[in-house]
């Protein structure tokens, strides 16, 4: 088995499908993954997806949330964390919270951390796992 990583670009031409060469070119590779020749998205890609369809976008939560998530069932791509992944879309899409922040602290609980310390006062009272240090 192989795997090649894919960047945040690859990702969003083939959602946006704003670029008539580039998108067909990441659809197309999308659609040649195999359990021969998976796909990787890191956290770096999954967060710069994130905030590029947040800030750039203006993508509505929800669909912020429904898109991410679709990543997440794609047959032959492997996300980084993607029960983490999981659960911070989860949160993010239920409440207030920022999505990296919550990422941030299930990565943390699943590295085994008991919990995050910030300085955030917002992210400490909505992340369960997030703690004001004071």
Not at 1 to 23: E, Q, T
Not at 86 to 95: F, I
Request: charged share 25%; aromatic share 6%.
């Amino acid at each position: 088995m192989s795997r090649v990583g894919l960047d945040a670009n690859i990702l969003l031409r083939a959602l946006l499908n704003d670029d008539a060469v580039h998108s067909a070119v990441a659809r197309k590779l999308l659609g040649k993954l195999n359990s021969g020749n998976r796909g990787y998205v890191g956290i770096s890609a999954i967060l710069e997806t994130f905030w590029v369809l947040r800030s750039r976008y203006k993508v509505p939560r929800e669909i912020l949330h429904d898109t991410l998530r679709e990543l997440l069932t794609i047959e032959n791509l492997d996300v980084e964390s993607a029960e983490p992944v999981a659960q911070a879309l989860a949160m993010y899409v239920k409440g207030n919270m920022d999505f990296p922040d919550a990422l941030l602290a299930e990565r943390n609980l699943e590295a085994g951390c008991s919990h995050t310390l910030t300085f955030d006062q917002r992210a400490a009272r909505l992340i369960p796992s997030m703690e004001l240090l004071s």
